[in-house]
């Protein structure tokens, strides 16, 4: 049962890694706003499945993040690569009142994607994601350290367990500025 599992979401999951920057929580939203803003901009870097069948597949993978005008949020467009397989990847999350953080990752749950159910910015530096498709349940995490790099980790829940299937390390590829102060 588990392998079955993991096996039939890797694929899904290694795509939905990409959705990395964008989560936040109701209350606070100033952290919220500055996790968002750190993660504008573009980012490459390499990751791997690290559970189940495909465990030990590398892929490389480039996003463009960006927030949308008057709202919390982010969205996220690239894709991923595995070999001379590339699969174009796109989500998005916003603030929704009371509801918190809701999104969707490839057209969402009822598309051929996920959807993002919850999320928490745990402080300017860190994030955590719920994502639910049918019976898939899991989290996805996501630590900017500094202005130019990003871990992912994603989860998915087999009985009663959070089983790490995918990690990635991005690195900023562009000049954004992220902090307050603007160099002269």
Request: glycine share 6%; hydrophobic share 45%.
């Given at each position: 049962m588990?392998?079955?599992?993991l096996s039939s979401v890797l694929p899904m999951t290694?795509?939905?890694a990409a959705t990395a920057g964008l989560a936040g929580k109701a209350l606070g939203a100033e952290p919220d706003k500055q996790f968002f803003r750190s993660v504008e901009g573009k980012w490459v870097g390499p990751g791997e499945i690290v559970a189940g069948k495909y465990k030990g597949t590398k892929f490389t993978c480039s996003f463009t993040g960006?927030?949308?005008?008057g709202n919390v949020g982010m969205s996220l467009d690239g894709g991923c690569r595995v070999g001379m397989f590339t699969q174009q990847m796109s989500a998005t999350v916003q603030h929704k009142g009371r509801q918190g953080y809701?999104?969707?990752f490839m057209g969402g749950a009822a598309g051929s994607g996920l959807d993002i159910i919850g999320g928490n910015v745990v402080d300017p530096h860190k994030v955590v994601f719920t994502i639910n498709r049918?019976?898939?349940?899991?989290?996805?995490?996501?630590l900017v350290p500094d202005d130019n790099s990003m871990t992912?980790?994603?989860?998915?829940?087999?009985?009663?367990q959070l089983v790490p299937v995918i990690g990635m390390k991005l690195k900023r590829v562009d000049a954004v500025e992220v902090g307050s102060i603007a160099p002269n």
């Open positions: 588990k392998s079955a599992i290694v795509a939905l960006s927030t949308p005008d809701k999104g969707s049918n019976q898939l349940r899991g989290v996805m995490q996501a992912v980790t994603v989860a998915v829940r087999v009985d009663e």
